[in-house]
């Protein structure tokens, strides 16, 4: 049965927090230099409160996905919605570190809501396969617009409001999601949920929160016992939970859709699309304002060609996958995304706009276009009931992602930046960062300072010269093996033979 009206704009408002929630993952970097003057955090509050948020919403997405399974999706929408909306408006007006801590931490609780929410919702407001695909582009299409306009409405809000108005534009839109939902959204839940299985939720949990813990720090830390020993904690138990989901008669995951190639498949697109972007953002941003000096504003403008690239591809993908066979899609994302790296791999010192345009678009619209159809094949692998618990475990790809994004490209650009920095007799505390660099040579009499300076712009570009080549490595190796792990998923205009739900294998 094919959706009407009222299901298109249920979608409108199911956009809303996805658009959000992508917004808030990139609009505090550039709030944290006003937050640091405002509060005067610790170095070790100072990390808390940028790894808080990424932390919780990781750790959370999987139960949160099969708890809506089992008490309404629509219902646990509008409570994450709640929760997002008050402690958005707490942490806009939190008076020390410590408060806006546990604020950020709310926040996470509340976005682990409102993902798997929104994705499981499409999945049983759209039963027909055509009008799902358009449905999940657009839902794609509003996650990537908001990571890259993140930095642009964080740039306008910045050079004219405090800090906390960053947090302050979330109210608006929970309070319009509140008010819609109940007319616009359908409640749907599995009508044979079976046993809620705390031990699972803990152990997912257990197994979520310390390997991120130590991904991330791996990156801001390099190589040391405690990330290492988290990262190892976080497998073993994953391997424990992995166990206890293939005897309980009703798992809080099916581990067994991994038995199919197309969607374990599809699960390595995204995470992959999602290393490489993310990834490359901790160089771009740097790259726009440290070493082609521009404004945090301006910076955020040169995100709108990416951002509508982004856009057109997502529009674009079920369009394609009637007339070429999924694995073909997302392979040529994927290759169209590592071209775009390869460009910004050439970016030199000089402060090349142009070039770093041109890359930024690529990338986004290639991964755009492999997420869209990734993302599509992930949620339609799962039957009606189990959506909830299958959209979590697609956000936490998504998430596991990111921090190895930020982990292994950063710590590419970091290991070459002090290697090459070093070699040119610069002091110590200038090998941490470009901006402790920059820092250093404002402090220096000239032309030392503009030496200095030089060299470390120079050392960056080389860092992300490393670490855009790793990423495109990346995605060309995923773009090969994509059409082959997917070739038994057939073009969206051939019949499909299905077994239960879903015929991929």
Request: aromatic share 6%; proline share 6%.
């Amino acid at each position: 049965m094919k959706a009407g009206r009222k299901q298109w704009i249920g979608l409108a408002v199911l956009v809303l927090p996805v658009l959000l929630i992508s917004v808030d993952l990139h609009v505090l970097s550039y709030a944290l230099p006003f937050i640091s003057a405002s509060l005067a955090p610790s170095s070790s509050q100072l990390l808390w409160i940028i790894d808080i948020y990424p932390f919780i919403l990781a750790g959370l997405l999987l139960p949160m996905g099969t708890l809506g399974d089992r008490i309404g999706r629509r219902r646990l929408l509008m409570a994450g919605a709640a929760a997002f909306g008050a402690a958005s408006a707490i942490a806009a007006f939190s008076g020390d570190a410590g408060t806006l801590i546990a604020t950020r931490a709310l926040l996470g609780i509340g976005g682990a809501t409102l993902m798997p929410s929104t994705l499981s919702l499409i999945r049983n407001m759209f039963h027909d396969d055509g009008q799902r695909r358009v449905a999940i582009s657009i839902w794609t299409a509003a996650f990537a617009g908001g990571a890259m306009l993140g930095p642009l409405m964080g740039g306008a809000l910045l050079e004219h409001f405090w800090w906390g108005s960053v947090f302050l534009v979330n109210l608006p839109v929970m309070a319009l999601l509140l008010v819609l939902a109940p007319l616009l959204l359908p409640e749907s839940r599995d009508p044979r949920p079976g046993r809620f299985d705390v031990l699972s939720v803990a152990l997912s949990l257990a197994a979520i929160l310390p390997a991120i813990y130590g991904v991330q720090h791996l990156a801001q830390d390099g190589f040391g016992p405690l990330p290492v020993l988290a990262i190892t904690a976080g497998l073993a138990l994953g391997v424990a939970f992995v166990r206890r989901q293939r005897v309980l008669p009703e798992p809080m995951l099916d581990v067994r859709l991994f038995g199919s190639r197309a969607f374990s498949a599809a699960i390595g697109a995204n995470t992959l699309g999602v290393f490489a972007m993310v990834g490359s953002s901790l160089f771009t941003t740097q790259y726009l304002q440290m070493v082609m000096g521009a404004r945090p504003f301006v910076a955020g403008l040169y995100a709108l060609p990416s951002a509508g690239m982004a856009t057109l591809a997502a529009a674009l993908a079920p369009v394609l996958v009637r007339k070429i066979r999924p694995g073909l899609v997302v392979g040529a994302g994927l290759l169209i995304g590592a071209s775009g790296f390869a460009l910004l791999a050439r970016l030199d010192a000089s402060g090349q706009a142009v070039p770093l345009i041109v890359g930024i678009m690529l990338m986004a619209g290639g991964i755009a276009l492999a997420l869209t159809v990734s993302s599509d094949l992930i949620i339609a692998a799962a039957p009606p009931e189990r959506a909830g618990s299958v959209a979590g475990l697609s956000q936490v790809a998504t998430e596991f992602g990111g921090a190895l994004g930020i982990c292994l490209l950063g710590s590419i650009g970091a290991a070459v930046y002090r290697d090459h920095l070093a070699g040119t007799g610069a002091p110590a505390p200038a090998l941490d960062t470009l901006g402790a660099a920059l820092d250093v040579a404002g402090r220096l009499p000239q032309p030392a300072g503009d030496a200095l300076a030089a060299a470390a712009r120079d050392a960056f570009t080389q860092g992300q010269h490393y670490a855009m080549i790793a990423a495109a490595a990346g995605l060309y190796l995923m773009a090969v093996l994509a059409p082959i792990l997917l070739r038994s998923v057939r073009r969206a205009d051939q019949p499909e033979r299905r077994s239960g739900e879903h015929a991929m294998r």
